[in-house]
Structures are given as C-alpha cells and as structure tokens.
C-alpha cells in the first residue's frame, strides 16, 4: 500500500519536471518539438481567459491535445511492467496520467471549474507569473520546489477577472458553446 503515496508523489514530481524543464524550458524554443505548450497552448488560453478552443478538436493527430495523450499513454504503459513486482505505485502512476488528461482538458473547457477546482493551474496561465505553478493535479511539489505564486482571489485577479470572463465567453460562443454561468450566479433565462 506504501505504492500509492509514492506513485502520487512520484506523478507530481513528474507534473512539475516535465512542465518546467521540457515544456517551457525546452518549449519557448520555436524550433523544439515542445514548442506547442509554450506558443499554441499559452498563447490560446491568454487569449480566450483560461478557455483553449484545441481542446474541442479530437484527440486524434499530431497537435498539443494528441502530443499530450501520447506522452501520458507512454508514462503509463511505463509503469505496466511494474504491475507484477509494485501493483500499488503502478496502478497509481497510471491512475495519475489518465487523472492528468482528464483534469487538464475540463480545466481548459471549463474555466469557471478550473478557477474553482485548480485554482494553482489557473493561476500559471492567467496570473502574471507564467513561470510558476507547475503543478496541474494538485499543487504538492510546487509547495516543496517554492513554486506555489496565489493568484486567483488576489486584488489583481479579482481587476482581470471580467475581461477573462469576457474573453472565455467569446470563445466559447464562437465554437458554439454555451459558458457555463460563474459560481453564484444567477441561472441566464432559458
């Protein structure tokens, strides 16, 4: 049972390795085969107020979306032949890739959840500082690497926060898609 705590662990570190070192430092570079984190995927969630249109698209083909289901695919068929010898850490970092996916693309469909529920993502695509939390899961390793910069709630967030809002709902309505209406908020007429 110790495997679960270290798979998570170990998948978090991995988070805040791979985002920082491979996706931005390797990824700022036009010509790097990582250049889509930093010059598509950035670029797009600035734009449209944490919403990236890309991820409406299929999985399937050679773009930001698919080159992220293909790394996690291999981190996890990675972890099979540990099955037999440490069942635990293997189910869990596999557990943790197919997490990753899942949270990251609702997280970039659904800003108001991604405020909500990821708040440290949020904060790395839409706060000032773009280099820092790293983290997209859970914020763990950015608190032990001293990564962790709060944005969401902070006086400068809450002055940006209806141009995010406008610039998501602009998106969102030109692909067709209905924003969902902020937390407390009241329900928009049917």
């Not at 390795?17 to 790097?32: A, D, E, F, P, T």
């Not at 293997?90 to 991604?114: C, F, L, M």
């Not at 708040?119 to 390793?141: L, R």
């Not at 006086?155 to 209406?181: F, N, T, V, Y």
Request: with cysteine; charged share 20%; hydrophobic share 35%.
């Amino acid at each position: 049972m110790i495997g679960i705590p270290l798979g998570l662990a170990f998948a978090n570190a991995g988070e805040w390795i791979i985002h920082k070192h491979v996706l931005h430092g390797l990824g700022k570079n036009k010509q790097s085969e990582w250049s889509f984190h930093w010059h598509d995927h950035h670029r797009n969630v600035r734009r449209h107020g944490h919403f990236d249109p890309s991820y409406d698209r299929s999985v399937w083909g050679w773009h930001g979306q698919g080159k992220e289901a293909l790394g996690l695919t291999a981190v996890g068929l990675a972890a099979v032949p540990l099955l037999p010898v440490a069942p635990f850490f293997a189910g869990t970092v596999i557990y943790s890739a197919a997490n990753y996916y899942r949270k990251h693309k609702r997280a970039h469909q659904d800003p108001e959840w991604a405020r909500r529920h990821l708040p440290w993502h949020y904060d790395h695509h839409m706060g000032p500082k773009q280099d820092a939390n790293w983290c997209v899961t859970h914020p763990w390793f950015d608190h032990v690497m001293g990564t962790r910069v709060p944005y969401v709630g902070t006086e400068r967030e809450l002055r940006d926060r209806p141009r995010h809002r406008r610039a998501a709902a602009a998106a969102m309505s030109q692909r067709g898609r209905i924003p969902p209406a902020p937390q407390g908020a009241a329900p928009s007429p049917s």
